[in-house]
C-alpha cells in the first residue's frame, strides 16, 4: 500500500519558520519524483518545490530565496524547508509523486500516481 503523509504545517507568525515533511511508504524514492504544491482558498494550485529520483531540486522562483527541498532516503522522508514565511504563503500544502519528474516539477496535475491529504500552514500575527 502507497502512502503519503504530510506532516509539520501549523500557524506561524510572519517571518516564521516551518519544516513541513512527506513521509513516503510503499513506494522507492529512487524510481519516483515527489514535488510539493500548494493551494490558497480560491486559488488554483501552483507548484512549490519538487526533487526528482535521482535528486535534482527544482524551487519555485517565487520562493526560491526562502525555500528549499530536501530528503532523507533512509526515512524516505521530503521535506520542505520554509523560512521568513509571509502571509501569502498560507495555503494547504500537498506532496505528490509520479514516475515521470518532468510532471512533477514542470506542471501541475491532478493525475499523478499518488497524493497525501495535505497538510495546512497558516502565516498570520
Known amino acids: 500500500q502507497v502512502r503519503l503523509v504530510e506532516s509539520g504545517g501549523g500557524l506561524v507568525q510572519p517571518g516564521g519558520t516551518l519544516r513541513l515533511s512527506c513521509e513516503v511508504s510503499?513506494?522507492?524514492?529512487?524510481?519516483?519524483?515527489i514535488g510539493w504544491f500548494r493551494q490558497a482558498p480560491g486559488k488554483e494550485r501552483e507548484g512549490v518545490s519538487c526533487i526528482s529520483e535521482v535528486g535534482s531540486t527544482y524551487v519555485q522562483d517565487a520562493v526560491k530565496d526562502r525555500f528549499t527541498i530536501s530528503r532523507d532516503m533512509f526515512k524516505t522522508t521530503v521535506y520542505l524547508d520554509m523560512n521568513s514565511l509571509k502571509p501569502e504563503d498560507t495555503a494547504v500544502y500537498s506532496c505528490?509523486?509520479?514516475?515521470?519528474?518532468?510532471?512533477?516539477?514542470?506542471?501541475?496535475?491532478?493525475?499523478?500516481?499518488?497524493w497525501g491529504q495535505g497538510t495546512q500552514v497558516t502565516v498570520s500575527a
Open positions: 510503499g513506494i522507492d524514492l529512487n524510481s519516483y519524483a
Open positions: 505528490a509523486a509520479d514516475t515521470n519528474y518532468l510532471r512533477v516539477c514542470f506542471q501541475v496535475r491532478d493525475d499523478y500516481d499518488y
